[in-house]
């Protein structure tokens, strides 16, 4: 028996046991976590710090200290965001998941 036919047969068989069940697969698909925004936003805080407190001051030092950190605290409350599309993109149907025989 060739090959070909034999796959044929098994993907007929298979189509024909469990052809009416949706196959999944789980992914890691990864999200914003705001990571970068918060990173910068501390980094800005750390320099407005230095700045203030070794390099002879900062004019508005509190008023620009309080924006930074109602921004990171805004932020630091975001959900995490999930890729576009994500939930139903990975759902495949098991004829297609067999290279559409059926």
Same mark, same amino acid.
């Not at 090959?3 to 992914?27: C, F, M, P, S, W």
């Not at 705001?34 to 407005?48: F, P």
């Not at 805004?74 to 559409?100: I, M």
């Given at each position: 028996?060739?090959?070909?036919?034999? #796959?044929?047969?098994?993907?007929?068989?298979?189509?024909?046991?469990?052809?009416? /069940?949706?196959?999944?697969?789980?992914?890691?698909?990864?999200? $914003?976590? =705001?990571?970068?925004?918060?990173?910068?936003?501390?980094?800005?805080?750390?320099?407005?710090?230095? %700045?203030? /407190?070794? =390099? #002879?001051?900062?004019?508005?030092?509190?008023?620009?200290?309080?924006?930074?950190?109602?921004?990171?605290?805004?932020?630091?409350?975001?959900?995490?965001?999930?890729?576009?599309?994500? %939930? $139903?993109? $990975?759902? %495949?149907?098991?004829?297609?998941?067999?290279?559409?025989?059926?």
């Amino acid at each position: 028996m060739q090959q070909d036919v034999l #796959n044929e047969a098994v993907a007929a068989k298979l189509l024909e046991v469990i052809g009416r /069940y949706e196959l999944t697969e789980k992914r890691l698909i990864e999200g $914003d976590d =705001h990571s970068a925004t918060l990173k910068k936003l501390g980094t800005q805080i750390a320099d407005l710090t230095t %700045q203030h /407190y070794v =390099h #002879n001051g900062v004019p508005d030092f509190h008023k620009r200290m309080q924006e930074l950190e109602a921004e990171h605290a805004r932020v630091s409350a975001l959900p995490r965001g999930e890729a576009e599309g994500a %939930q $139903d993109r $990975d759902r %495949q149907a098991l004829p297609a998941a067999l290279g559409g025989h059926g």
